[in-house]
């Protein structure tokens, strides 16, 4: 009688084999319980200053006390053809903070993610979604939705772009 076990089973002749289930990947998210995160949004963003000090504003800040780790996200909205200039910048401004916070013990990263002025989701983007663990449809819905977004707001400054009250100061 054949042997078989949950890592090699049992299929019978002519039968196709079971596919393996998806693995589930761990996620940023997963190396902590005690994440806490500030947007600069409604209010202007004061950077944890348990971390470190500093005016800069990222766009997200998510940080673990218990674990150390510290993640910066700059949101950019470039023309499709300065993406990587866009990325290059956004990093470079953000590593002095990650590097004083290294200094001071934490694990930093600095993720800046575009999404083009036409729509563009770029791949740093999309790494970020996937690195934290959005899949499936609620990833392709958080795509289609931010390159939305953006074609309406890079949609609504060019009907402005004429406006006397939006004249250069």
């Known amino acids: 009688m054949p042997r078989h076990s949950k890592d090699h089973p049992f299929v019978r002749a002519g039968q196709p084999p079971a596919k393996p289930s998806a693995r589930v990947e761990a996620t940023l998210l997963d190396t902590a319980r005690d ?4 947007v600069d949004l409604e209010q202007r963003l004061i950077f944890p200053p348990e971390i470190i000090t500093t005016n800069l504003r990222p766009d997200l800040v998510l940080w673990s006390t218990s674990q150390k780790l510290l993640v910066i996200v700059e949101l950019t909205v470039p023309w499709e053809a300065a993406v990587g200039e866009a990325y290059e910048r956004k990093r470079l401004k953000y590593s002095d903070i990650a590097a004083e916070a290294e200094q001071r013990g934490w694990r930093a990263q600095v993720l800046p993610v575009e999404v083009g002025c036409r729509g563009f989701v770029a791949t740093s983007t999309t790494k970020l979604l996937k690195g934290m663990g959005v899949r499936g449809q609620a990833f392709q819905q958080a795509v289609k939705s931010m ?4 074609e309406r707001s890079s949609s609504w400054l060019w ?3 004429k406006d006397p009250n939006w004249a250069a100061k």
Do not use: L
């Open 159 to 161: 009907i402005k772009r």
């Open 35 to 38: 994440w806490r995160m500030q």
């Open 147 to 150: 390159s939305e977004a953006a």
